[in-house]
């Protein structure tokens, strides 16, 4: 047994997290962390810093990002791990998100503006510094301004889901998703399958699409959840995946937790190199 650890999800200002890449291996080495996998949304642009960090930090590191998808009606994280980062038709994909993902922003701050919330769009546009912009930033932006106290109360009143300003995003379903990541030579796992146990019928429908695995250790699963979970994942057949999805934003120090056992990660490269295997 080992006691080593590892945090497959985390993001970078490569989308809405706060801190460079190299920064979260700083912060992944000090907190004694083995192996650990950058899950930006709709990004791998941080992959090749991350990489030379951790090398020289000597931390384990694996391709990841988190995709935008739609599954009956509802929003749906889906992970990619081990994805090739030179896929043509991933890459592809990933630029097209980041696409909608501005042409979205700017609705938003149209839609501000008709309500005399008056945001500069090329401040809001600065702050993803070209990477995938998301609500966070425009939360940073209204906070700047004045408009609002904290990134919360932008969410409750101006850009929230049921709020005017509220546009939707652009999403894949999750089958394209799966087939996209595993076309690109990765596995595909649920993200933070706490959020949909809810209603059971349509997550064990979602299993049905091909995933490889479920993230069950995640900070929105409780022990109860997370042995759920575990069963579920057992019974499928299906791998097992966690972090803490730490974004770095002030009073969340929370990179490495909770503890994930380093024998996931070992389990994940085993596959996808049974995967590749001619
Ligand atoms: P987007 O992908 O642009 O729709 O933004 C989604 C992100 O916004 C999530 O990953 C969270 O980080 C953040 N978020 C969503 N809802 C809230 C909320 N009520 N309060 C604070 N942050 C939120
Ligand atoms: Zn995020
Ligand atoms: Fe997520
Ligand atoms: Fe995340």
Redesign the pocket.
């Known amino acids: 047994m080992t006691d080593k650890r590892i945090d497959l999800h985390m993001h970078s200002h490569h989308s ?1 997290g706060v801190h460079a890449p190299s920064v979260l291996v700083d912060l992944a080495k000090w907190k004694g962390i083995s192996a650990i996998s950058l899950s930006d ?1 709709d990004s791998l642009e941080g992959y090749p810093e991350l990489a030379s960090a951790a090398r020289a930090a000597g931390i384990e590191v694996m391709t990841g990002v988190e995709l ?1 998808c739609e599954h009956e009606g509802r929003d749906l994280h889906v992970l990619a791990y081990g994805v090739d980062y030179d896929s043509e038709s991933l890459q592809g994909l990933l630029r097209e998100f980041r696409a909608a ?1 501005e042409e979205r922003g700017i609705r938003i701050v149209e839609k501000l503006a008709e309500q005399g919330v008056r945001l500069d769009i090329a401040k809001v546009l600065a702050k993803a510094g070209g990477g995938a ?4 930033h425009i ?1 940073e932006a209204l906070l700047e301004a004045g408009y609002v106290g904290d ?2 109360q ?3 009143k101006y850009i ?1 889901d049921a709020c005017p300003a509220y546009v939707e ?1 652009f999403k894949l379903s999750p089958a394209q998703a799966v087939d996209c990541i595993q076309a690109a030579g990765g596995l595909a796992f649920v993200a933070h399958p706490g959020y949909y146990l809810d209603d059971l019928d349509s997550f064990t429908d979602l299993l049905e699409l091909g995933f490889d695995g479920i993230e069950v250790y995640h900070p929105h699963h409780n022990a109860t959840v997370t042995t759920r979970l575990l069963t579920i994942a057992r019974d499928a057949g299906l791998l097992l995946s966690g972090g803490s999805d730490f ?1 770095g934003f002030a009073g969340r120090d929370n990179l490495g937790e909770p503890a994930v056992p380093y024998a996931l990660f070992e389990r994940i490269q085993e596959h996808l190199e049974e995967t590749r295997r001619p």
Do not use: E, N, Q
Request: without cysteine; aromatic residues 6%.
């Open positions: 809405d949304h935008s993902r912009l998301g609500r966070p939360a990134h919360s932008a969410f409750v929230g995003k974004h």
